[in-house]
């Protein structure tokens, strides 16, 4: 839950209150504080600064989201739960900024990943099969159409009105 600075920061105090350690030859405290900047760094390889990005994105300040999110040079190397809260808040980003086949990517890498919970993955599912109406890929907005309707039972009452809503505007476009 810290930027990349904060991050350094605090891996800087620790390397000091190491070697102060050291220098006091009270080796113990040197190797928890060495210990707190490995678990510094794996966090940030792990963690990355998905839960900072998250609060920003649910005010809708997606600029500094995003800014949050590029501190994030190997998405690939966070854990699985963040990965696809990381590709689920980027193609929110993307979607706002109308940059709709980089959302699609997005989501669709999303729905590979658990999220929070099953409405998430149903909303991202949703927001594919939306993105590709708007271009005209009928055939891949019903399987992922279907995708969601799979899930159906474990969704709110919420997505289940904008699956209907989706399933009657393919419908106009049958084929």
């Given at each position: 839950?810290?930027t990349?600075?904060a991050r350094?920061?605090?891996?800087?105090?620790?390397?000091?209150?190491?070697?102060?350690?050291?220098?006091?030859?009270?080796?113990?405290?040197?190797?928890?504080a060495?210990l707190?900047?490995?678990?510094?760094?794996w966090?940030?390889?792990?963690?990355?600064?998905?839960?900072?990005?998250?609060?920003?994105?649910?005010?809708?300040?997606?600029?500094k989201?995003?800014?949050?999110?590029?501190?994030?040079?190997?998405?690939?190397?966070?854990?699985?739960?963040?990965r696809?809260?990381y590709?689920?808040?980027?193609?929110?980003?993307?979607?706002?900024?109308?940059?709709?086949q980089?959302?699609?990517?997005?989501?669709?890498?999303?729905?590979?990943?658990p999220?929070?919970?099953?409405?998430?993955h149903?909303?991202?599912?949703?927001?594919i099969?939306?993105?590709?109406?708007?271009?005209?890929?009928?055939?891949?907005?019903?399987?992922?159409?279907?995708?969601?309707?799979d899930?159906?039972?474990?969704?709110?009452?919420?997505m289940k009105?904008v699956?209907?809503?989706?399933?009657?505007e393919l419908?106009?476009?049958?084929n």
């Amino acid at each position: 839950m810290f930027t990349n600075q904060a991050r350094i920061g605090v891996a800087v105090a620790f390397g000091l209150l190491m070697g102060f350690f050291i220098y006091q030859q009270t080796y113990q405290l040197a190797a928890i504080a060495l210990l707190f900047i490995g678990l510094l760094i794996w966090g940030y390889f792990k963690e990355g600064t998905i839960i900072l990005a998250a609060k920003q994105f649910h005010v809708k300040n997606y600029e500094k989201a995003e800014a949050l999110l590029l501190q994030i040079k190997r998405p690939e190397w966070l854990s699985k739960k963040r990965r696809g809260f990381y590709e689920f808040i980027m193609g929110g980003i993307s979607l706002h900024k109308q940059e709709y086949q980089a959302a699609e990517q997005h989501y669709e890498v999303a729905t590979q990943y658990p999220l929070r919970s099953v409405s998430d993955h149903v909303a991202a599912l949703v927001h594919i099969v939306n993105i590709n109406i708007r271009q005209g890929n009928y055939d891949k907005a019903r399987a992922y159409l279907q995708l969601a309707e799979d899930k159906g039972e474990q969704v709110n009452a919420k997505m289940k009105a904008v699956i209907d809503k989706l399933h009657k505007e393919l419908q106009l476009h049958k084929n």
